[in-house]
């Protein structure tokens, strides 16, 4: 009993932080709809002090990881996949300060300037990783590349009130730009190459999460207008959308792992977007669109929360693969 502790920390996996950001999201759409529609039952405040809740747990466990087992976490570093998966520290650190923004613009702003400036050194990281490897090849590519540098994307949602827009429009240009690099690259490793190993598959909904995201973070930038670029943005993440969801018999047979968050946040990012294509547009479609969104959205969050839990119980998590 006294090897089974160190060595369930020794793997435990940075992906976890994908948790964050799926449980952010929600966080988000929540407050939206409440706002929009009036309701009155404040879910929204609670889901938020329970996501920092877990990301103080969690970013605890890992620094408690960094202590004694540092060189696990370089081992991480160096992984193809694993790699990509540290920013969701920094993007759960923008997400926060994006929830956070109705209730305390000072807090908010000083999570998102910690948040900012980390993705932005995981970002320098990770490309210089890229850039210079020795050892990866187009197998490696998966999804899961977006998060680095197309994280970036998220910075304007808040990143306008907060310092200069000029520090927003930087964000957003590297998030652009590099998405539209590696959805090409995907996609040809996808028609091309072999399919995604089983572990894997879910992020695929991370395709999702660029455009739909991007859409919010132009409103922003563009003075909230829905304009010809918007739209391209929020249709392009809704047919995206509606592709994976014809897909779903596939993603029910992938056996259950951490990477079935990634579900989660592209799934809050385009009920967002549409609830905001409501608020902009007024239109009916959009509204009970939304709120069916929403309403997946509460029921994956829920099952998700269950089975990690279950697992965790099981033992299933945080073992060497």
Partial sequence: MAHSAPSRLENFPVSWFAMVMGLAGLTIALEKVERLLGWTCQASPLLLTFTVTIFVTLAGVYLLKLIRHPA???AELKHPV???????????????????????????GAIWAMGTLLHLAFTLYVLSVWVHHTHFEISHMNPAWFIPVVGNILVPIVGVHHASPEISWFSFSIGLVFWLVLLTIIFYRMFFHQPLPAKLVPTLFILIAPPGVGMLSWLQLNGGEIDAFARILYYSALFLTLMLFTQVPRFMKVPFALSWWAYSFPMAAITIATLLMHEKLGLVFFKWLGLGLLMLLCILIAGLLFRTGVSVRRREICVEE
């Fill in 72 to 74: 696990s976490i370089r």
């Fill in 82 to 108: 694993k790699l990509n998966f540290f920013p969701t520290l920094s993007i759960g650190l923008i997400l926060i300060s994006i929830a956070l923004f109705p209730y305390s613009e000072a807090f908010s």
